[in-house]
């Protein structure tokens, strides 16, 4: 396995709720170290390392800069680009987890055409947002005077 030069570690109130999570929306658990409440996972080519906080030795580690409380991920999203995004989604909306934005397209700007993406956003058990999407091509950009 390759690792990738960006791997954000989430820390989690719960190791095995949030291993089930994980799993349960298509993550695989490529290694894990039981004894330290740790996993590392990807999905379609992005990685994750989740660890559970340890509450009475949380305010002594280099790790954290501050109380840690939920959401956890406060003003921050994960971005991940997937294969099928629709099919990611129905199967999330089956699973009953809560969605946050629904199945959405929408066209941004890059210098002179739009590029676009369909997504949708969903909250992890810890409050981390995450945006799955799927590029859904280029077009000119058509200025309005």
């Given at each position: 396995?390759?690792?990738n030069?960006?791997?954000?570690e989430?820390?989690v109130?719960?190791i095995?709720k949030?291993?089930?999570?994980y799993?349960?929306?298509?993550?695989?658990?490529e290694?894990?170290?039981k004894e330290?409440?740790?996993a590392f996972?990807?999905?379609q080519?992005?990685q994750i390392?989740?660890?559970e906080?340890?509450?009475?030795?949380?305010k002594?580690?280099?790790?954290?800069?501050?109380?840690?409380?939920?959401?956890?991920?406060?003003?921050?999203?994960?971005q991940?680009?997937?294969?099928d995004?629709?099919t990611?989604f129905?199967?999330i909306k089956?699973s009953?987890?809560p969605?946050?934005?629904?199945?959405?397209?929408?066209w941004?700007?890059k210098?002179?055409y739009?590029v676009g993406?369909?997504?949708?956003?969903?909250?992890d058990?810890?409050?981390?947002?995450?945006?799955?999407?799927?590029?859904?091509?280029?077009?000119?950009l058509?200025?309005?005077?």
């Open positions: 396995m390759k690792f030069r960006l791997v954000p989430l820390a109130s719960n095995d949030s291993l089930s999570f799993k349960k929306i298509g993550f695989k658990v290694y894990a170290r330290d409440k740790f996972l990807s999905f080519g992005s390392m989740i660890e906080i340890e509450k009475s030795n949380y002594k580690s280099v790790w954290h800069t501050g109380k840690l409380e939920y959401p956890f991920g406060r003003g921050l999203h994960f991940i680009e997937v294969k995004v629709t990611l129905n199967k089956k009953k987890y969605i946050k934005a629904p199945l959405t397209d929408q941004f700007r210098n002179n739009l993406m369909r997504y949708f956003l969903i909250m058990l810890d409050g981390y947002l995450i945006l799955f999407n799927q590029d859904i091509g280029k077009k000119p058509r200025l309005i005077s």
